[in-house]
């Protein structure tokens, strides 16, 4: 037999969690056909890996990379970092289905990448097929969002759906998942999922339970309410008879102390039968707009509106009132705002006030002499919505200790950017999008020792394929398709971080890609080659092969 590629004499990190091994790998037609101790055999072409690791390409379950991947398919900083398969269409918020007269309001939930793309399609089917005519570097798993469906039948409303309404979201829920959906995201804090009562939540997931898919979810609260968002969860997955996967299920400020009872509502639950998992990244940060803290509502309409509501008086003090009060809570980093922690918001990007980014809300607001509050605000409007910081709300030793929780694989929360072109323009500072796991391969691994090798690299590859029920990738296997990484454990580092305490300028953090990654394989295809990209696009669309048809599909 000649195989189109022959890797010889590497470390072989299998995904299962066992220990390495030494071995050769055959791979033919895009598949792994053969591993053993020493192949002797013809092959097209031949990787020496003596030294190396090789692991399964890495599946990040929790990435959004919906639009990004139409921009730039051939997705730069994922493959680069060893990613193989993205999940995408979390957090509630997918590019499809589009509603009748609404994709001007989804559109201004995607953000500045919006403005890129097309929307050249329409129903869930159609998206994917654009990605798939348009090509892509990697293999992509889709889940459909449930603000997304929200926002094609009631837009932003603040209610409940009529029982019509209702229904057209799951007819809307069975297209997807007959086109090939995983499963149904959320996002909790998020416009409009916010609005969702638990029973909206837990009819669409029957209908996603019909057709073998999970849910997965931004809970309702990271901080003070995270104990009642997890159970909250927890009883979806129950009463709907699905998988769930919370997402990024770190503690954010405000939910410090709380993981001993986290893991105890996750392990009681599995007591029950109910299959809750959960994933996380590793970095304590994250890059937002000031503006993602106010209020869901008073982010509505973008951010004209928004500078317009921060203008009046009365609703300005509504805003702060609430932000304070925070009975719809907002994502984890509001908690900083919340609590006054002016110290831990540090500017990263502006156009006005440029002199400023580097310094935090307190810094700044003893140079104005000003409340910090009233300068978060007004930096708002001084810059009309487009200044953004670095909100550092989570503990490390939280991480330390989640990562170790035999629950928890790992994501990277972030888009496969690039360090050229548009993409490096609107990316602000995302570590995770660059280095997520050679940051964990270099630091939790190598440094600290926190995983082993063997566990770490099952965190990142067989224990998300199972979760989505991909039974052909995220292992070493005869059979399996060649989704593969190669690299040297010795001299694997991220380029992408600037831990806490951070050192300005910024500039040179965001767009780094990793030393030490030799090889990407996607099935069969070398895609970084000596630690080069190469211009080609092996990727597939993966799609969920529903258990059965529905009584919902549409006529």
Known sequence: MEFDLLIKGGFVVDGTGNPWFYADIGILDGRIVEISREIDADAKRIINAKGL??????????????????????????VRQGIT???????????????????????????????????????????????????????????????TIRVAVMGVDNRDPTRNELEEMKNLVAEAMEAGAFGLSSGLVYLPGCYAKTQELIELCKVVAEYGGIYATHIRGERETILEAL?????????????????????????????????????????????????????????????????QWAQAGGKGRIVERLKDPEIREKIKREIIEDKHPGPGYVGLVKYGRWDRIYIFQCKK????????????????GKEPFEVFLDLIIEEEGNISALFNYIKEDDIRTLMKHPLMMFCTDG?????????KKITGYSPCSFGEY??????????????????????????????????????????????????????????????YPYKF???????????????????????????????????????HKPKKPTQHKTP
């Open 53 to 78: 690791i090789v692991s399964p390409g890495f599946i990040d379950i929790h990435s959004h990379s919906d639009l990004t991947l139409l921009i730039n398919p051939s997705a730069d900083s994922k």
């Open 85 to 147: 398969t993205e999940v995408i269409g979390n957090c509630g918020l997918s590019a499809a289905p589009i509603g009748r007269g609404n994709l001007d309001l989804l559109k201004s939930l995607w953000g500045s990448e919006a403005e890129l793309v097309s929307w050249n399609w329409n129903t869930f089917d159609e998206y994917l097929k654009r990605l798939e005519e348009r090509g892509v570097a990697v293999n992509v798993a889709p889940l459909v969002g449930h603000g």
């Open 231 to 295: 159970r909250e969860a927890i009883e979806i997955g129950e009463k709907a008879n699905i998988p769930v996967q919370v997402s990024h299920n770190c503690p954010k400020y405000g939910a410090h102390g709380k993981l001993p009872e986290m893991f105890k509502i996750y392990e009681e639950a599995r007591l029950k039968g109910i299959e809750v998992t959960l994933d996380n990244d590793t970095h304590t940060d994250f890059n937002a707009h000031l503006h993602q803290v106010l209020p």
């Open 353 to 368: 006030n440029k002199n400023l980014i580097g310094k935090t809300i307190e810094e700044i607001a003893k140079i104005r």
């Open 415 to 423: 888009i496969a950017s690039s360090n050229r072109g548009i993409l």
């Open 438 to 499: 050679p940051y964990i391969l270099e630091r939790f691994v190598k440094e600290e020792r926190v995983l082993t090798l063997e566990e770490a690299i099952r965190k990142m590859t067989s224990f998300p394929a199972q979760k989505l029920g991909l039974r052909d990738r995220g292992l070493i296997r005869e059979g399996m398709w060649a989704d593969i990484v190669i690299f040297n454990q010795n001299t694997i580092k991220d380029k992408a971080t600037n831990k």
């Open 505 to 543: 300028p910024l500039e040179n953090y965001p767009h780094k890609y990793p030393e030490g990654i030799s090889y990407v394989i996607i099935n069969g295809e070398i895609v970084i080659e000596k630690g080069r990209q190469k211009k080609c696009l092996p990727g597939k669309i993966l799609h």
